[in-house]
């Protein structure tokens, strides 16, 4: 019984003094191509180009890009393999040391096809003259395939003032879905289809809505989007946030959705609804 104990005690302490991950230096970045926070056009096939300028590395590092569905980090500082929608290196320009260039996933069913906002990274390792194997990682920067957002136009009834124009941050029952809509269009360009909205009062100026709904290409569900009325540049606009799990119509006829489906974070700032018309919630359709 003694000696049980001994060894319990034995393994503890081994565990104990177990090193925690630990994390990777900073990769500091300059000339970076697609800059952080940059829209791309849906590109299903030929992969996205990067390219980029890494100070620390000594020359002949191994430098790759990691693309995730999130921009949660592990222990480590880096993106984890389970959100990882893609993985590759970049070769270094013989003639500048430090310039790298290489291109995404080429497909077909490459993840730059698919509207929405994604994160990477790019991670370094190299092995000194001891032998040390090194490794370094940049900061998360986001990259959304879609359009940008338009400008609203200027205000057509001479300002906040206006007939018609929003005074205050209070928002309606038939805010909430228009925003939806405007929000689902915006990001997918497609129109959703079955859309339920599931929208609950926050406080006067915010709802939370659960929304569910497919298109002509994904089929949408555990999303929660938040909307809330706020004032910028002097005028009142919608700020949107949605999260939920996005899964092909093409991989569900195989599998479950659950299965099948990657993690979404979309974020946007609309044009308030205009007021006046109970039909401005359909204009969106």
Same mark, same amino acid.
């Given at each position: 019984m003694r000696r049980i104990v001994v060894t319990l005690l034995a393994a503890a302490g081994v565990l104990a003094l177990?090193?925690?991950? =630990?994390?990777?230096?900073?990769? @500091? %970045?300059?000339?970076?191509?697609?800059?952080?926070?940059?829209?791309? @056009?849906?590109?299903?096939? !030929? !992969? %996205?180009?990067? =390219?980029?300028t890494v100070t620390g590395p000594p020359p002949g590092a191994d430098v790759a890009v990691t693309v995730s569905s999130s921009p949660v980090t592990g222990p480590?500082?880096?993106?984890?393999?389970?959100?990882? *929608?893609?993985f590759f290196r970049l070769t270094e320009n013989p003639a500048a040391p430090g310039q790298f260039?290489? *291109?995404?996933? @080429?497909?077909?069913?490459?993840? #730059?096809?698919? %509207? !929405?906002?994604?994160?990477? =990274?790019?991670? /370094?390792?190299? +092995?000194?003259a001891a032998g040390v194997l090194h490794s370094a990682g940049s900061a998360i920067e986001k990259l959304t395939i879609g359009t940008p957002p338009a400008t609203p136009p200027p205000s057509q009834t001479g300002g906040q003032g206006g007939a018609g124009a929003r005074t205050t941050l209070a928002m309606s029952s038939l805010d909430a879905p228009f925003y939806i809509r405007a929000l689902i269009r915006q990001q997918t360009n497609r129109r959703p289809v079955g859309l339920h909205y599931a929208c609950k009062r926050l406080k006067s100026s915010s709802f939370r809505c659960r929304p569910r709904w497919?298109?002509?290409?994904?089929?949408?569900?555990?999303?929660?989007?938040? %909307? &809330?009325?706020?004032?910028?540049?002097? $005028?009142?606009?919608?700020?949107?946030? *949605? &999260?939920? $799990?996005? /899964? #092909?119509? +093409?991989? &569900?006829?195989? $599998?479950?959705?659950? /299965?099948? !489906?990657? $993690?979404?974070r979309w974020r946007a700032t609309l044009a308030t609804r205009p007021l006046g018309s109970s039909r401005a919630a359909r204009s969106v359709r």
């Open positions: 177990a090193p925690a991950a =630990q994390a990777v230096d900073p990769l @500091p %970045l300059s000339a970076v191509s697609p800059a952080s926070g940059a829209f791309r @056009p849906p590109t299903p096939t !030929g !992969g %996205l180009a990067w =390219q980029l480590d500082g880096t993106l984890p393999t389970d959100t990882r *929608l893609d260039s290489g *291109l995404s996933d @080429p497909g077909p069913n490459a993840w #730059s096809a698919d %509207l !929405g906002v994604y994160y990477w =990274q790019a991670v /370094a390792t190299w +092995t000194d497919h298109d002509s290409r994904n089929v949408y569900s555990s999303t929660t989007a938040t %909307l &809330t009325h706020v004032r910028s540049g002097g $005028r009142v606009v919608a700020r949107a946030t *949605l &999260t939920g $799990r996005r /899964a #092909s119509r +093409t991989c &569900t006829r195989r $599998r479950s959705v659950r /299965a099948c !489906g990657v $993690r979404i």
